[in-house]
């Protein structure tokens, strides 16, 4: 009985780390890519933890899989963001279907208010920036189609 239970978290954690894979491959730039891999794969192997723990079940490796699982859950979302703002700030582009970039208006945001501290009249656009693309009303769906 214990080995069916402990089938349904594995094969769940399986599945969703296939999802991720298969969005690793698919999805059409670095960011959407990352945003798979960071929410998919960490849910993947929290199932994946959670269906051992139910096979090998006894106090020390209930402890274990909890830390196992809260780490999990707070470095993988963290470490996702930080390489996606990383290779935003390296300029790799963004897919033709994406409707808003944020960390522009943040990178605009704090360049003014450096150069407000400097005294500075003018602002310089940073080379690399990106403006954000025309988004419509919001009801066709995603730009040209």
Same mark, same amino acid.
């Not at 999802?19 to 945003?35: E, F, K, Q």
């Not at 798979?36 to 192997?45: F, I, M, Q, R, T």
């Given at each position: 009985?214990?080995?069916?239970?402990?089938?349904?978290?594995?094969?769940?954690?399986?599945?969703?780390?296939?999802?991720?894979?298969?969005? #690793?491959? %698919? #999805?059409? $730039? /670095?960011?959407?890519?990352?945003?798979?891999? @960071?929410?998919?794969?960490?849910? *993947? +192997?929290?199932? +994946? #933890?959670?269906?051992?723990?139910?096979?090998?079940?006894?106090?020390?490796?209930?402890?274990?899989?909890?830390?196992?699982?809260?780490?999990?859950?707070?470095?993988?979302?963290?470490?996702?963001?930080?390489?996606? /703002?990383?290779?935003?700030?390296?300029?790799?582009?963004?897919? @033709?279907?994406?409707?808003? $970039?944020?960390?522009?208006?943040?990178?605009?945001? @704090?360049?003014?208010?450096?150069?407000?501290? @400097?005294?500075?009249?003018?602002?310089?656009? %940073?080379?690399?920036?990106?403006? %954000?693309?025309?988004?419509?009303?919001? #009801?066709? *769906?995603?730009?040209?189609?």
């Amino acid at each position: 009985m214990r080995t069916v239970l402990a089938a349904i978290p594995l094969l769940v954690g399986a599945g969703l780390i296939a999802v991720s894979s298969l969005g #690793l491959l %698919r #999805l059409p $730039d /670095v960011y959407n890519r990352m945003n798979a891999v @960071a929410k998919a794969a960490s849910l *993947g +192997v929290v199932c +994946v #933890l959670l269906g051992v723990l139910v096979l090998l079940f006894d106090p020390r490796s209930a402890g274990v899989v909890t830390v196992a699982v809260a780490l999990q859950l707070l470095s993988a979302p963290v470490g996702g963001y930080a390489l996606a /703002v990383a290779a935003y700030r390296a300029g790799s582009p963004l897919a @033709a279907v994406t409707r808003y $970039d944020d960390l522009a208006d943040a990178d605009a945001d @704090a360049d003014a208010d450096a150069d407000a501290d @400097a005294a500075t009249p003018e602002v310089e656009p %940073r080379a690399g920036r990106r403006e %954000r693309p025309p988004c419509g009303d919001g #009801l066709d *769906g995603p730009a040209g189609g």
